[in-house]
Nanobody, 125 residues
Framework: QVQLVESGGGLVQAGGSLRLSCAAS????????MAWFRQAPGKEREFAAS????????YYADSVKGRFTISRDNAKNTVYLQMSSLKSEDAAVYYC??????????????????WGQGTQVTVSS
């Protein structure tokens, strides 16, 4: 099972951009579907984006479609979330999630069995 460590969070102005990274341990990273979820204070954790094992297929929540891009580099065991045109409602703790051989269309947090510790994204208006 992989272990996940997120980085790249921080404070950004509304309209700005930020790139999150999630580094995974282990030699089977290329068999894991990877996803980003986020959780704002007082709200449930929600799906943001997912990517298939080889990176061929990506899926997005409607709220981030066209503004966020998920990608992965299997040679580096890393998945990224490029966030652009950030809005105040994007502010949250962002979590990287993984599960081996899971369908990348899965958008339910409970279906992912490995999580990072989260990274805070704050958007100032």
């Amino acid at each position: 099972q992989v272990q996940l460590v997120e980085s790249g969070g921080g404070l950004v102005q509304a309209g700005g951009s930020l790139r999150l990274s999630c580094a995974a341990s282990g030699r089977t990273f290329n068999t894991y579907t990877m996803a980003w979820f986020r959780q704002a204070p007082g709200k449930e954790r929600e799906f943001a984006a997912s990517i298939s094992w080889r990176g061929k297929n990506t899926y997005y929540a409607d709220s981030v479609k066209g503004r966020f891009t998920i990608s992965r580099d299997n040679a580096k065991n890393t998945v990224y979330l490029q966030m652009s045109s950030l809005k105040s409602e994007d502010a949250a703790v962002y979590y990287c999630a993984a599960r081996r051989f899971l369908a990348a269309t899965t958008m339910t947090a409970g279906d992912y069995d490995t999580w990072g510790q989260g990274t805070q994204v704050t958007v100032s208006s």
